[in-house]
């Protein structure tokens, strides 16, 4: 039973530019969340999919947003890249919040 | 919003030590409360979870017990290994119906031989 996949593992792009980032959620799991970890820190949360609706956001900017696809699979957009967006983006797949998330291994996001 | 405040690292032990990573949470009502683990270079693991008061949560030798009376959620565990070096974040939901984990800002345990 595949976990949650995310792709790509690592991309570096220039600043002002925008990038994509994908997740598959686990089998069975039909909610994705998506978290902001920078370096030496905990993840902050961006914002919850459910039934292709953003159910909740986070205090990030417009500049993030995202999408759900009928297979319940997810993409975090980030546009006009800061250098301070520079960190792992993780994505999180749940049925049940009380059961905790499941995570993947994460998004290494390098802007330059 | 719900918080927790996690002890701060780093922490350095000896094969075998005694580990308490300590946690206390701030929340309206009881809300479910988790351990996660973060070996190097990956993403978050659910260690264990405890979702009312009194509850023990264990996993792999690691425990945390729910207490609504000191409002803390610590982990420990009795004899730890080279292989649990990684860093360790508590977390809960952010609010009473809020989808979001809010997290500790982590502790990291080194474990030498």
């Known amino acids: 039973d595949a976990g949650v996949t995310q792709s790509p593992t690592h991309l570096i792009k220039t600043r002002g530019q925008q990038v994509t980032l994908r997740c598959s959620p686990k089998?069975?799991?039909?909610?994705v969340s998506w978290y902001q970890q920078a370096l030496g820190q905990g993840p902050q949360f961006i914002f919850q999919?459910?039934?292709?609706?953003?159910?909740q956001r986070g205090n990030f900017p417009d500049r993030f947003s995202g999408h759900q696809f009928p297979n319940y699979s997810s993409e975090l957009n980030v546009n006009a890249l800061l250098l301070g967006d520079s960190a792992l983006y993780l994505c999180?797949?749940?049925?049940?919040?009380?059961?905790?998330?499941?995570f993947g291994s994460g998004t290494r996001l390098t802007v330059v | 919003g719900d918080s927790v405040t996690q002890m701060e690292g780093p922490v350095t032990l000896s094969e075998e030590a005694f580990l308490t990573i300590n946690c206390t949470y701030t929340?309206?009502?009881?809300?479910?409360l988790f351990w996660y683990v973060q070996y190097p270079g990956e993403g978050l693991q659910l260690l264990l979870k405890a979702t009312k008061a009194d509850d023990k949560g264990s996993n792999k030798g690691f425990e945390a017990t729910y207490r609504k009376e000191t409002t803390s959620f610590h982990l420990e565990k009795g004899s730890v290994q080279v292989s649990d070096s990684a860093v360790y974040f508590c977390?809960?939901?952010?609010?009473?119906?809020?989808?979001?984990?809010?997290f500790g800002k982590g502790t990291k345990l080194s474990v030498i031989p």
């Open positions: 089998s069975g799991h039909d909610t």
């Open positions: 977390a809960l939901p952010a609010g009473a119906g809020s989808y979001q984990l809010t």
């Open positions: 999180a797949s749940s049925f049940e919040l009380l059961y905790g998330y499941t």
């Open positions: 999919y459910y039934e292709e609706e953003e159910r």
């Open positions: 929340a309206t009502g009881y809300p479910s």
